[in-house]
């Protein structure tokens, strides 16, 4: 079975600092996909960026990019330019062929102003 | 239009009562989920509809009934509920239910159990 970990359940960053969010998963399969996903409070979740896992370029959106260590299964969220729109419930998620779906844990950030 | 909207925002009911959780997307998205979701956990699939067939239960209760009456709508219909299925339910869709396929979520449900 797939597992997703997330072993910082809570986390702070200086408004304009750069944080990082780590995310491990287990999966013995060689083609899957990987998100992070963004739920802000009392607002809806939204995907922040995904990853497919036979591209070795790691996938970056604005001040969002991952680090993608397939060897190791390693999917860390790197936060540039923190701002206070950025505090929320970040989850990684991961996908299989076969349609199974997956949330981690889940990191609670809060950017202090 | 990027929007998954869900109805009632909240709903307090019994657990003798019988009521429904409605969801409803307009961008032609074939795929649509449900999901339960306790405060400060991940959220947990429920169901999934593809091309308007259930395609996953994974093992919900049977007071839980997921209804996709067509390719825009997605109902939860709740019977006899327990005080332990309060949580957030949360609806999403998305293109195809294909693993790639961004999941677009509405804001959710608040439900209680008296």
């Known amino acids: 079975a797939q597992t997703v970990t997330q072993s910082q359940p809570e986390m702070s960053v200086q408004e304009a600092e750069t944080v990082t969010l780590s995310c491990t998963y287990d999966?013995?399969?060689?083609?899957?996909?990987l998100f992070w996903y963004k739920q802000p409070p009392s607002r809806q979740m939204i995907l922040v960026i995904r990853?497919?896992?036979?591209?070795?370029q790691n996938a970056t959106e604005n001040r969002f990019s991952v680090n993608f260590q397939k060897a190791a299964k390693s999917f860390s969220l790197k936060i540039s330019d923190s701002q206070l729109g950025d505090t929320a419930m970040y989850f990684c998620?991961?996908?299989?062929?076969?349609?199974?779906?997956?949330f981690g844990t889940g990191t609670s950030l809060t950017v202090i102003p | 239009d990027t929007e998954v909207t869900q109805t009632p925002k909240h709903l307090v009911m019994g657990m003798t009562n019988k009521k429904s959780l409605k969801c409803e997307q307009h961008?032609?998205?074939?795929?649509m989920y449900w999901y339960k979701q306790k405060a400060k956990k991940p959220p947990e699939l429920m169901f999934v509809?593809?091309?308007?067939?259930?395609?996953i239960n994974e093992s919900v209760p049977s007071r839980f009934s997921p209804e996709c009456p067509n390719s825009s709508l997605l109902n939860l219909h709740l019977h006899a509920l327990q005080p332990e299925d309060s949580a957030l339910y949360l609806c999403?869709?998305?293109?195809?239910?294909?693993?790639?396929?961004?999941?677009?979520f509405g804001p959710g449900t608040r439900l209680t159990v008296l």
């Open positions: 509809y593809s091309y308007e067939k259930l395609s």
């Open positions: 961008m032609g998205h074939r795929a």
């Open positions: 999403a869709s998305s293109q195809d239910q294909k693993p790639i396929d961004t999941q677009y």
């Open positions: 990853q497919e896992a036979y591209k070795q």
């Open positions: 999966t013995s399969e060689n083609n899957y996909y």
């Open positions: 998620a991961f996908s299989n062929t076969g349609n199974q779906f997956y």
